[in-house]
């Protein structure tokens, strides 16, 4: 007996395609990327020291994906090629992130409608800075290729949801690295559902900037673990909140009787002044 091939509808091959690149995508841990006072900032959980998550693309320009490593790797590339190219070819200034961002549109979206390969299991940022703060641009790509430019922060992979919730509540505009920093850490050990926050280690976080107050040409710069410790502070203290300690010099003499000393021998000045007491 033979059988014919089942039919399966465009959308609904569409749907499964689609279905199958989030799984894969939300497997991985999310990254956040920011905007702060003098660039933008792109935090992600990866202990993996070799690994990259975020990485340089330009001058002015910077990659971060989630997803299947070697899949986002080939883009990250491919861009740097496309970049170095153009840019030789005419002008530094005629490599923009939209122009990357544009590339990696087509490319993504070329290979989840083809039916001969799988689609991509990859998300992607494309972060430029200007020279003001309105200029700076961070474009998100996804595995079908469509692009949209976010504005004060964006989160992929992983629990994004929960993590864009999160930022969504807290986030101010303008806010200095170390700030903004920390919110982000936070955001990515933010559960939830109520079982309490994670404290993530310095030693699995990865961070870079795009920082437009460098003197170099090359914005991008990768934050070492001991300036992050700097940077986010006692951000691991779990114990309650202890009152602060107050010190004799905080509080009025009289408020603090002295302790009981042993008085001197009297010295023959009787019905005169008494003794005075060494100094606190």
Excluded: C, W
């Excluded at 303008?174 to 933010?190: C, K, N, S």
């Amino acid at each position: 007996m033979s059988m014919g091939f089942g039919y399966v509808s465009p959308e609904q091959l569409m749907k499964d395609r689609a279905d199958f690149a989030r799984k894969g995508i939300s497997r991985g841990r999310s990254v956040v990327g920011l905007q702060y006072a003098d660039g933008l900032l792109f935090v992600s959980e990866n202990p993996s020291a070799a690994l990259h998550k975020v990485s340089e693309i330009y001058d002015r320009i910077a990659f971060a994906a989630v997803g299947r490593y070697n899949e986002f790797e080939n883009l990250r590339i491919a861009g740097v090629r496309l970049a170095d190219m153009r840019g030789y070819s005419y002008d530094r200034r005629d490599v923009t992130g939209r122009g990357l961002a544009n590339a990696y549109a087509q490319t993504l979206g070329t290979i989840f409608s083809s039916g001969g390969e799988k689609p991509y299991e990859v998300e992607l940022f494309v972060g430029e800075i200007g020279d003001t703060p309105a200029d700076d641009q961070l474009y998100r790509l996804t595995y079908d290729g469509q692009v949209a430019d976010e504005h004060g922060f964006a989160v992929m992979g992983g629990a994004a949801d929960v993590v864009a919730g999160y930022l969504k509540e807290r986030y101010v505009e303008g806010a200095g690295l170390a700030d903004a920093l920390r919110l982000a850490v936070a955001a990515l050990g933010h559960a939830g559902n109520g079982d309490g926050d994670r404290v993530i280690p310095v030693d699995d976080l990865e961070v870079a900037v795009l920082d437009r107050t460098r003197s170099q040409p090359r914005k991008f710069s990768r934050l070492s673990p001991a300036r992050l410790n700097t940077l986010l502070g006692d951000r691991g203290a779990t114990s309650a909140p202890q009152s602060p300690e107050v010190t004799a010099a905080e509080v009025a003499p009289s408020e603090v009787p002295p302790p009981a000393r042993p008085q001197p021998p009297t010295t023959g000045n009787e019905g005169g002044e008494p003794p005075v007491a060494p100094p606190l």
